[in-house]
C-alpha cells in the first residue's frame, strides 16, 4: 500500500518538476538578488561580533550548556528511561504545533519534542546572556535565529512529526499528493518567497461577501478612489468622518462582513463616512512619494468631504501607516497655515516615532535597505506578495508554518474566512514611498525630527498639531508596538487620548461591540514612560469602539442634521462601492 503512495507521488513529482526548472533561473536570480547577498553580510558581522564578544565571558556560556546538558539528561531519564510522559520542557502559551495527543503518547515523539524546546529554549537565552554585543545586533541575531529554528521545528517534518506519519499512512499519501498540488499551485502565484494560501480565495466576492456596506465613489484621481458610504439613520452628525487606511492593504478590513464592520456600526451610530481606496500600484506608479499620499491623497479627500457636505471642518481616522499619512497631513496644513480643516484626528496602531518599531526592526540597517531600495528601483514597486509574507514570518509558527503543515503535509484545503481572505490580498507599495518609509522613517526615524521631512514644498513639524487626537493601539501588535505608538503620541501637540486595546494589529482594531470580547485601558495622564501610564491604567471589559464614539461625538454638537447627499455637481457618483481600485489583483501589470 505505502509503496503504491510513493509511486504516485514519483509520477505527480515527475510531472511538476518541467515547470520547476523553467522557473529555476527566477530562483537563482532570487537566491543572488542584492537583498539575499545584503542578508548575508549582514549576518556574518552579527555573527562575527557575537563570537567576539562571547570569547570574553566562557564562563557564562559553560554554565548555560551544563544547564542544557542536565535537563537534557533529565528529559532522557524521564522519558526514554521511565516512560514518564510528564514534561520536563514545555511549549510556550499559545504554541499550538505540539497539540496532539501523540507528541505526548509516543516516547519517541515526545523525547524529540522536548529536546528541541530545550535547544531552542537554550540557544535563544545563550545570545541574550552574552554582554557588550549592540542591541541591534542581538534583536537581529535573536529574530534570525528564532526564524531557522523554527523552520526546523520537527513539527514540519513527516518523519518526526508522529500525527503527520498516522496521518499519511491512514491514508496511503493521498495527502502529500493532494498538498503538492497546493504547492505548485501557491509557487506559481508567490514572488520571490513561497506565499502560502491561508484561505479560499475564490470563497468571497467583493461588493457582495465582503466590502459590501452601501456606498459610491464620488470621486478619483490616479492614487484613490473617496467613498461616500449612504447612512443608516434618519438623521446624521453634523461633522463627517474620513478613514484613511494603510497603503499598503486593502480598505476593507474595515468593512469586512456585517457582524465585525466598523463602517457599518459608525453608521448606525449616526456617523456621515467617507473611505480612501487606494491604487494598487504598478510600473507606471514607480515615483508616487510618501508625500503624494498627502497632498494628492488625504488633502484631496479632504477638499471633496467638504464641498458634498457644506462643512468646513471634519473628524478623520487613520490606520496603521495611513495614521503616518494622517499626521503629515494636519502637520501639512499647520506648516501651509490652512485653516483646521480637520477638527480632531484618530490614530489605529500608528507609529510616529519609529525608534521602536517592533520586530520589523531586524530589516532595518544600512545594509539591508540599500538592498531593498536597489531591488525596489529595478522592479518599480515593492511587490505586495513578499511584504505579505515578511509580515506573516514576524510571527511564523502561527501566520507561516502551521499553514506550511496543513496544506502541503495535511493536504487539507484552506479554509472560508474573511479575515484571512483579505489578509491574502496583497497591495504593492510604489518603489518611491516604500524607500522613503524605509530610510526616512525607519531608518532615520525623521518625522519626529524638526525639519525632518518635506511634504508640498514645506518642511512639516508634528509638534505643530493642535487639535485633539485619539492614539489607540493594541497590547500584543507585533507590527506597531504599543510602546512605540504610546512615543509619537508624545510628539504631537494639542489635547491627546491613549487607549490601548487587548489582542493584536488586527484582531484588537477590528473589535466590534456586540462580541464582547477583548477590552481596554485608559488613563488621562500621559507620562513620559509608557510603561508608568500602563501601571496606573484602569481596564474596561467591552470595545474601545464606544469609548472611541463618545469622543468622536463631542466634537458634533448636539443638534443632529439631515443625511448629506450622495456626491453633487462638483463631485458626481463615478461608481457603485467598493469601486475598482480594490478590484486590483497582484500582479499589477503595468
Given at each position: 500500500?505505502?509503496?503504491?503512495?510513493?509511486?504516485?507521488?514519483?509520477?505527480?513529482?515527475?510531472?511538476?518538476?518541467?515547470?520547476?526548472?523553467?522557473?529555476?533561473?527566477?530562483?537563482?536570480?532570487?537566491?543572488?538578488?542584492?537583498?539575499?547577498?545584503?542578508?548575508?553580510?549582514?549576518?556574518?558581522?552579527?555573527?562575527?561580533?557575537?563570537?567576539?564578544?562571547?570569547?570574553?565571558?566562557?564562563?557564562?556560556?559553560?554554565?548555560?550548556?551544563?544547564?542544557?546538558?542536565?535537563?537534557?539528561?533529565?528529559?532522557?531519564?524521564?522519558?526514554?528511561?521511565?516512560?514518564?510522559?510528564?514534561?520536563?520542557?514545555?511549549?510556550?502559551?499559545?504554541?499550538?504545533?505540539?497539540?496532539?495527543?501523540?507528541?505526548?503518547?509516543?516516547?519517541?515523539?515526545?523525547?524529540?519534542?522536548?529536546?528541541?524546546?530545550?535547544?531552542?529554549?537554550?540557544?535563544?537565552?545563550?545570545?541574550?546572556?552574552?554582554?557588550?554585543?549592540?542591541?541591534?545586533?542581538?534583536?537581529?541575531?535573536?529574530?534570525?535565529?528564532?526564524?531557522?529554528?523554527?523552520?526546523?521545528?520537527?513539527?514540519?517534518?513527516?518523519?518526526?512529526?508522529?500525527?503527520?506519519?498516522?496521518?499519511?499512512?491512514?491514508?496511503?499519501?493521498?495527502?502529500?499528493?493532494?498538498?503538492?498540488?497546493?504547492?505548485?499551485?501557491?509557487?506559481?502565484?508567490?514572488?520571490?518567497?513561497?506565499?502560502?494560501?491561508?484561505?479560499?480565495?475564490?470563497?468571497?466576492?467583493?461588493?457582495?461577501?465582503?466590502?459590501?456596506?452601501?456606498?459610491?465613489?464620488?470621486?478619483?484621481?490616479?492614487?484613490?478612489?473617496?467613498?461616500?458610504?449612504?447612512?443608516?439613520?434618519?438623521?446624521?452628525?453634523?461633522?463627517?468622518?474620513?478613514?484613511?487606511?494603510?497603503?499598503?492593504?486593502?480598505?476593507?478590513?474595515?468593512?469586512?462582513?456585517?457582524?465585525?464592520?466598523?463602517?457599518?456600526?459608525?453608521?448606525?451610530?449616526?456617523?456621515?463616512?467617507?473611505?480612501?481606496?487606494?491604487?494598487?500600484?504598478?510600473?507606471?506608479?514607480?515615483?508616487?512619494?510618501?508625500?503624494?499620499?498627502?497632498?494628492?491623497?488625504?488633502?484631496?479627500?479632504?477638499?471633496?468631504?467638504?464641498?458634498?457636505?457644506?462643512?468646513?471642518?471634519?473628524?478623520?481616522?487613520?490606520?496603521?501607516?495611513?495614521?503616518?499619512?494622517?499626521?503629515?497631513?494636519?502637520?501639512?496644513?499647520?506648516?501651509?497655515?490652512?485653516?483646521?480643516?480637520?477638527?480632531?484626528?484618530?490614530?489605529?496602531t500608528t507609529l510616529l516615532d519609529f525608534a521602536q518599531p517592533g520586530e520589523v526592526g531586524a530589516y532595518i540597517n544600512e545594509t539591508i535597505i540599500d538592498a531593498i531600495t536597489k531591488q525596489n528601483d529595478a522592479k518599480g514597486y515593492m511587490d505586495g506578495r513578499s511584504l505579505?509574507?515578511?509580515?506573516?514570518?514576524?510571527?511564523?509558527?502561527?501566520?507561516?508554518?502551521?499553514?506550511?503543515?496543513?496544506?502541503?503535509?495535511?493536504?487539507?484545503?484552506?479554509?472560508?474566512?474573511?479575515?484571512?481572505?483579505?489578509?491574502?490580498?496583497?497591495?504593492?507599495?510604489?518603489?518611491?514611498?516604500?524607500?522613503?518609509?524605509?530610510?526616512?522613517?525607519?531608518?532615520?526615524?525623521?518625522?519626529?525630527?524638526?525639519?525632518?521631512?518635506?511634504?508640498?514644498?514645506?518642511?512639516?513639524?508634528?509638534?505643530?498639531?493642535?487639535?485633539?487626537?485619539?492614539?489607540?493601539?493594541?497590547?500584543?501588535?507585533?507590527?506597531?508596538?504599543?510602546?512605540?505608538?504610546?512615543?509619537?503620541?508624545?510628539?504631537?501637540?494639542?489635547?491627546?487620548?491613549?487607549?490601548?486595546?487587548?489582542?493584536?494589529?488586527?484582531?484588537?482594531?477590528?473589535?466590534?461591540?456586540?462580541?464582547?470580547?477583548?477590552?481596554?485601558?485608559?488613563?488621562?495622564?500621559?507620562?513620559?514612560?509608557?510603561?508608568?501610564?500602563?501601571?496606573?491604567?484602569?481596564?474596561?471589559?467591552?470595545?474601545?469602539?464606544?469609548?472611541?464614539?463618545?469622543?468622536?461625538?463631542?466634537?458634533?454638537?448636539?443638534?443632529?442634521?439631515?443625511?448629506?447627499?450622495?456626491?453633487?455637481?462638483?463631485?458626481?457618483?463615478?461608481?457603485?462601492?467598493?469601486?475598482?481600485?480594490?478590484?486590483?489583483?497582484?500582479?499589477?501589470?503595468?
Amino acid at each position: 500500500m505505502y509503496q503504491n503512495f510513493f509511486s504516485d507521488y514519483l509520477v505527480k513529482l515527475q510531472e511538476t518538476n518541467q515547470k520547476w526548472w523553467e522557473d529555476l533561473e527566477q530562483s537563482r536570480a532570487a537566491v543572488n538578488s542584492p537583498l539575499n547577498k545584503a542578508m548575508q553580510e549582514v549576518n556574518f558581522e552579527d555573527t562575527a561580533k557575537l563570537f567576539e564578544s562571547a570569547a570574553n565571558q566562557p564562563a557564562a556560556l559553560l554554565q548555560i550548556q551544563a544547564d542544557w546538558w542536565q535537563q537534557q539528561l533529565q528529559i532522557w531519564q524521564n522519558v526514554a528511561l521511565a516512560g514518564n510522559t510528564n514534561d520536563v520542557v514545555t511549549p510556550e502559551r499559545g504554541d499550538k504545533r505540539f497539540s496532539n495527543e501523540e507528541w505526548q503518547q509516543d516516547v519517541f515523539s515526545n523525547f524529540i519534542k522536548q529536546s528541541y524546546l530545550l535547544f531552542s529554549k537554550t540557544y535563544l537565552q545563550t545570545i541574550d546572556s552574552i554582554e557588550g554585543l549592540d542591541e541591534k545586533a542581538k534583536e537581529r541575531i535573536s529574530f534570525f535565529s528564532r526564524q531557522a529554528i523554527n523552520a526546523l521545528s520537527p513539527s514540519n517534518f513527516i518523519a518526526t512529526n508522529p500525527e503527520l506519519l498516522k496521518l499519511t499512512l491512514e491514508q496511503n499519501g493521498e495527502n502529500l499528493l493532494t498538498g503538492l498540488d497546493q504547492l505548485k499551485a501557491d509557487l506559481e502565484s508567490s514572488a520571490d518567497i513561497l506565499k502560502i494560501r491561508m484561505t479560499n480565495n475564490n470563497a468571497f466576492r467583493l461588493g457582495d461577501d465582503v466590502a459590501n456596506t452601501p456606498g459610491d465613489v464620488v470621486y478619483k484621481n490616479e492614487l484613490f478612489e473617496l467613498i461616500q458610504y449612504k447612512p443608516l439613520t434618519e438623521t446624521v452628525n453634523a461633522v463627517p468622518l474620513l478613514i484613511v487606511p494603510p497603503f499598503i492593504n486593502k480598505y476593507y478590513i474595515l468593512d469586512l462582513r456585517e457582524k465585525n464592520s466598523m463602517v457599518r456600526w459608525l453608521l448606525e451610530q449616526g456617523h456621515s463616512v467617507f473611505m480612501i481606496s487606494w491604487r494598487n500600484p504598478g510600473v507606471e506608479q514607480r515615483d508616487v512619494e510618501f508625500g503624494d499620499y498627502v497632498t494628492e491623497g488625504v488633502a484631496k479627500a479632504v477638499s471633496a468631504i467638504e464641498s458634498i457636505t457644506g462643512q468646513e471642518q471634519i473628524n478623520a481616522a487613520g490606520y496603521c501607516i495611513g495614521g503616518t499619512v494622517l499626521a503629515s497631513t494636519v502637520a501639512y496644513y499647520a506648516a501651509k497655515r490652512m485653516k483646521k480643516r480637520i477638527k480632531s484626528a484618530t490614530f489605529f496602531t500608528t507609529l510616529l516615532d519609529f525608534a521602536q518599531p517592533g520586530e520589523v526592526g531586524a530589516y532595518i540597517n544600512e545594509t539591508i535597505i540599500d538592498a531593498i531600495t536597489k531591488q525596489n528601483d529595478a522592479k518599480g514597486y515593492m511587490d505586495g506578495r513578499s511584504l505579505s509574507v515578511t509580515f506573516s514570518l514576524l510571527r511564523e509558527n502561527s501566520l507561516y508554518w502551521n499553514y506550511y503543515v496543513d496544506n502541503y503535509l495535511k493536504g487539507n484545503s484552506p479554509v472560508d474566512f474573511d479575515l484571512l481572505y483579505w489578509n491574502s490580498d496583497s497591495t504593492n507599495v510604489s518603489a518611491a514611498s516604500h524607500n522613503f518609509l524605509l530610510r526616512e522613517l525607519y531608518l532615520h526615524n525623521k518625522l519626529v525630527q524638526d525639519k525632518g521631512v518635506k511634504i508640498g514644498g514645506v518642511w512639516i513639524d508634528l509638534n505643530k498639531i493642535k487639535i485633539p487626537s485619539y492614539f489607540v493601539s493594541t497590547k500584543e501588535d507585533h507590527i506597531a508596538l504599543w510602546q512605540g505608538t504610546y512615543r509619537g503620541a508624545l510628539n504631537v501637540g494639542g489635547n491627546k487620548t491613549f487607549v490601548l486595546g487587548e489582542s493584536g494589529h488586527i484582531a484588537g482594531i477590528v473589535n466590534h461591540p456586540a462580541k464582547g470580547k477583548y477590552g481596554y485601558w485608559t488613563n488621562d495622564n500621559l507620562d513620559d514612560n509608557a510603561d508608568e501610564w500602563y501601571s496606573n491604567a484602569q481596564h474596561t471589559e467591552g470595545s474601545w469602539w464606544t469609548h472611541w464614539n463618545q469622543w468622536l461625538l463631542s466634537f458634533n454638537p448636539e443638534e443632529q442634521v439631515e443625511p448629506f447627499p450622495i456626491g453633487n455637481e462638483d463631485f458626481p457618483v463615478i461608481d457603485a462601492a467598493p469601486g475598482q481600485y480594490v478590484k486590483q489583483v497582484l500582479p499589477i501589470q503595468s
